[in-house]
DNA sequence: TATGCTGTATTGGTTGATTAATACACTAGA
DNA sequence: TCTAGTGTATTAATCAACCAATACAGCATA
């Protein structure tokens, strides 16, 4: 897998990019996607990448190996921690998308929409093909 | 029903508030609980409720009186306009959503979570009262 | 008219996010 | 040693978001 295109950031969002950045990386890392001792791509690489200015790629890492989900090695790139590659069960990383989920329900309420439909809708996303 | 207790901020999400404010508007308008003609909390109500400042509500209110959500009548309140309160088809409503789903689906697959659990937890989550 | 509400205009300030540019320290390989 | 990469430090600037404070214009009521 390449970490260069499971990540993207949208500017427009709203949302800061570098909150962006960590919330996918830890997700990754959750699932299980992103092995300990694997490596991370330079901030020059994913700035480049993302289009994005090299000091907000620099931020995020720094902010992650704060977290201990990487490891922070000066002259060699990032590494993933293995504290923070550990894949957590299941349940754990359903608590990690509880947030959202509770957001798309209250959305759901305010536009008055059937949970049938709902749920409808996620299960043919869920399935599709990224 | 309140409209002071149906929106809400959370202001360190990442997203701005004036923009949470006018997504939550524009779905209770969309899902119907917001009736044409019906009014709106003054700036200094909703500003209050919501502990921030009027002029960010009135930005809110300015933006989605250009949207034809609302109507402004200075001096007498905001009012819900004929057009923007038109409950949509269910349709219409989905797709209103599918920008938030799409976004839980894709975070369900950078933590390698089963559909299944997936959608076990929205349901929960759409049942559960207020 | 006065009062109390309504939304808006305006000025000035703070904060966080993001960036450009430059330089430094570190590592690995030739 | 030199080169080419690595992450970090630093300065300065811009922009969006948000705010406080004040005042104005409009509306309704007594």
Redesign the interface.
């Known amino acids: 897998m390449s970490l260069l295109h499971?990540l993207s950031v949208s500017p427009g969002?709203?949302?800061?990019i570098y909150?962006q950045l960590m919330d996918?990386i830890r997700?990754?890392a959750?699932?299980?996607?992103l092995q300990p001792g694997s490596e991370m791509p330079s901030v020059r690489e994913l700035a480049q990448a993302l289009a994005v200015n090299p000091m907000t790629v620099s931020k995020v890492y720094s902010l992650l190996e704060l977290e201990g989900v990487l490891l922070r090695r000066r002259g060699l790139g990032m590494q993933v921690a293995d504290q923070g590659a550990a894949t957590h069960g299941?349940d754990e990383?359903?608590a990690?998308?509880?947030g959202?989920?509770?957001?798309?329900?209250l959305?759901?309420?305010?536009?008055?929409?059937?949970?049938a439909?709902?749920?409808a809708?996620?299960?043919q996303?869920?399935?599709?093909k990224?």
Chains 1, 2 share one sequence.
């Open positions: 499971a969002s709203g949302e800061p909150r996918q997700r990754l959750a699932g299980g996607q299941q990383r359903l990690l998308l509880r959202t989920l509770q957001r798309a329900a959305e759901a309420k305010q536009l008055e929409l059937e949970p439909a709902v749920l809708l996620l299960q996303l869920l399935e599709e990224p």
